[in-house]
């Protein structure tokens, strides 16, 4: 079965979108980056936050706007959301369970990863002791304000493993293993 991982771009000051959910920032570190390239290609399925699926797109106005990953991916998704439209959308199940919807997007990525996009997915997927890798590019900017990586209010203390560390033209990219 394959692994659950959180990625997301995020910068200096640790927001994933800038305030009210912003993602027009980012345009300026899409770029090339040959891990993400190959991280994309290890993927199987996403397990989606409703906010991430219905929100800002830093593709928006372009032929990739709406699509994973800006197009570089196609497959399964799953969105974890409360009430499910009543239009479907192709390639995408709508999921009102966690444990539901990771355990179909498990069963759809096989021995490939479970993208997990969007903090509050991916803080129900830690609280559940769910996740198991987490993977963030490091952009050289600070927002100041947003949607952090990783929320928890009260604090919460979560020990990771650096699995490995590379440099992309736009970013900083970090791999780790979550411990506890």
Not at 20 to 40: F, H, K, Q
Not at 59 to 79: L, R
Request: a negative charge; glycine letters at 14%.
């Amino acid at each position: 079965m394959g692994k659950l991982l959180y990625s997301a771009t995020m910068s200096l000051d640790g927001f994933i979108a800038g305030p009210g959910g912003d993602m027009s920032w980012l345009t300026d570190y899409l770029g090339p980056n040959p891990a993400v390239e190959e991280l994309i290609g290890r993927i199987g399925a996403l397990l989606v936050g409703n906010r991430s699926f219905g929100g800002d797109d830093p593709h928006k106005g372009t032929d990739k706007e709406g699509k994973a990953f800006g197009g570089g991916w196609s497959g399964p998704q799953f969105v974890l959301i409360h009430r499910p439209p009543e239009r479907q959308v192709p390639g995408t199940t709508f999921v009102a369970d966690l444990a539901e919807g990771v355990a179909a997007a498990r069963a759809a990525a096989g021995d490939a990863y479970v993208n997990v996009i969007g903090a509050d997915v991916a803080r129900q997927c830690l609280e559940a002791r769910l996740l198991d890798e987490v993977f963030v590019c490091v952009a050289p900017i600070m927002l100041g304000d947003g949607v952090r990586l990783f929320d928890h209010p009260g604090g919460r203390t979560v020990k990771l493993e650096r699995l490995g560390l590379t440099e992309a033209p736009l970013a900083t990219n970090i791999w780790l293993r979550v411990v506890s």
